[in-house]
């Protein structure tokens, strides 16, 4: 099993930037891949961002390509979801997610609120 937990969500205005962190344990040595997904009522949970832990190549929605960037630690067990020019259509509840193989690991999600 691998479990994560998230970090950094919170409230700010349109234009601002926010920084959120996932770190993992348990069984990382099996995690290929981690990433975050996003979340609004009413709508399906959609894919923001993705970085290989083995080769750091990243992979980006169009709506998080020039605005976010996803890397990983030197541990290769925590990864970090810079936001910058956030506007309000991002608010949503941010969810890490870990791949190993045909196994998917998701954390307990955090409140990303953008303002206008």
């Known amino acids: 099993q691998v479990q994560l937990v998230e970090s950094g969500g919170g409230l700010v205005h349109a234009g601002g930037s926010l920084r959120l962190s996932c770190s993992a344990s348990?069984?990382?040595?099996?995690?290929?891949?981690m990433g975050w997904f996003r979340q609004v009522p009413g709508k399906d949970r959609e894919f923001v961002a993705v970085?290989?832990?083995?080769?750091?190549?990243?992979f980006y929605s169009d709506s998080a390509k020039d605005r976010f960037i996803i890397s990983r630690d030197t541990t290769k067990t925590t990864v970090h979801l810079q936001m910058n020019s956030l506007n309000v259509e991002d608010t949503a509840v941010y969810y890490c997610?870990?791949?190993?193989?045909?196994?998917?690991?998701w954390g307990q999600g955090t409140q990303v609120t953008v303002s206008s």
């Open positions: 997610h870990a791949g190993s193989g045909v196994t998917s690991y």
């Open positions: 970085i290989s832990l083995h080769d750091g190549s990243a």
């Open positions: 348990g069984r990382t040595a099996s995690v290929e891949d």
